[in-house]
């Protein structure tokens, strides 16, 4: 059952791979019974965003609208939708899809759904439509894919919460960050800026790895207690076996072997970064100390939206450069320069 016919909407696309991204329209499909249509007000630029658009990863779907951390508002919802209202704030991020009947899936793990989930964009729907993501002005996905954005968490702040926010939080958590506990993040960027907010709200005592001590003065404000340069070997020396946590956000390779030489008896490594080449690892380095080497990816909509009311009740958004879409393949290349601090956020009304 659907209330409204297939529409056509404004979006800024990839039309193949490497191709500059351009003002281009895209088709949403009808509002159906459990659907919400969000009116776009925000929409992040993910580092992973510039990797699909570019074709980093193989196999893209062009055109192609990236964006998956969009925050907006509801302007309709299907008959059956019971979780959100007209002129709700609501928020989407990596995925608007999953089995919902796998074990992960009952357990909120969605992420890691044995079907696969489905992507915001460049992915194929349920019924083989390529999803198009949130650098448009409008978007339709089933009301338990989409989160709440509580009052008092300004829509252009949260929106990269969708994404970096909760990559972040859900190893915090999963790892017990928190009072008593050192914690490690590596890497002060779109991803680490938002580790270094919430595992100082979790209460841990913060410490930021960085290449350089370029961006220190920013880390502390954000509520680092500590910053080191990696550049500086020193460093490794000065942070042996301090950490039960480290949480690396980089995407080049590093020299495992040092960083686990951080790390307390029984303390973890986390990757959340994705680095395109295989990274060596000594197995002494996690022998002795008991150690472990993970990763994360995103996390579930339960947990996503557990993440949105913690940050709204510390007071914590994303620190974020907005700008108009036309300036989206500007911002690109000011990513991959690392020249912003520390997200850029589309005013989609200006697609
Ligand atoms: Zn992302
Ligand atoms: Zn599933």
Avoid at 55 to 64: A, L, Q, T
Avoid at 162 to 180: D, E, K, V
Wanted: aromatic content about 8%.
């Amino acid at each position: 059952m659907t209330t409204t016919a297939p529409t056509s909407v404004a979006a800024y696309a990839a039309p193949s791979a490497k191709a500059p991204l351009e003002r281009t329209t895209v088709p949403r499909r009808p509002v159906g019974e459990h659907d919400v249509l969000i009116d776009i007000k925000y929409a992040g630029i993910c580092h992973s965003d510039i990797h699909q658009a570019r074709d980093g990863w193989g196999e893209g779907i062009f055109p192609m609208v990236p964006g998956h951390e969009i925050a907006g508002v509801v302007a309709e919802v299907g008959p059956g939708v019971t979780k959100y209202a007209v002129g709700d704030h609501v928020g989407v991020g990596c995925f608007v899809d999953s089995c919902r009947e796998c074990a992960y899936c009952r357990q909120g793990l969605e992420q890691f759904c044995t079907q696969g989930m489905t992507g915001t964009y460049n992915a194929l729907d349920k019924n083989g439509e390529p999803t198009y993501g949130g650098y448009s002005t409008h978007l339709v996905v089933d009301e338990n894919y989409a989160v709440r954005i509580p009052d008092g968490l300004a829509l252009d702040i949260a929106a990269p919460l969708l994404c970096a926010g909760i990559t972040l939080y859900s190893p915090l958590r999963h790892w017990n960050a928190g009072p008593g506990k050192k914690v490690a993040v590596v890497g002060l960027g779109g991803l680490g800026h938002m580790g270094v907010k919430i595992a100082h709200a979790l209460g841990a005592e913060v410490t930021v790895l960085s290449q350089s001590l370029r961006k220190k003065d920013d880390g502390l404000r954000l509520g680092a207690d500590h910053y080191y340069a990696t550049s500086d070997p020193a460093t490794f020396e000065t942070l042996a076996g301090t950490f039960d946590l480290i949480v690396s956000t980089v995407s080049a390779p590093l020299n495992m072997d040092a960083y686990m030489g951080l790390l307390k008896v029984d303390g973890a490594f986390v990757n959340v970064g994705a680095p395109e080449e295989p990274n060596a690892l000594n197995m002494f380095s996690l022998i002795n100390g008991r150690k472990t080497l993970a990763g994360s990816m995103i996390g579930g909509i339960a947990e996503t939206q557990e993440m949105l009311d913690f940050c709204a009740a510390h007071g914590l958004g994303s620190e974020i450069e907005v700008i108009r879409a036309e300036q989206i393949n500007e911002a690109y290349e000011r990513v991959l320069a690392s020249d912003v601090r520390y997200r850029f956020v589309i005013d989609t009304a200006t697609i």
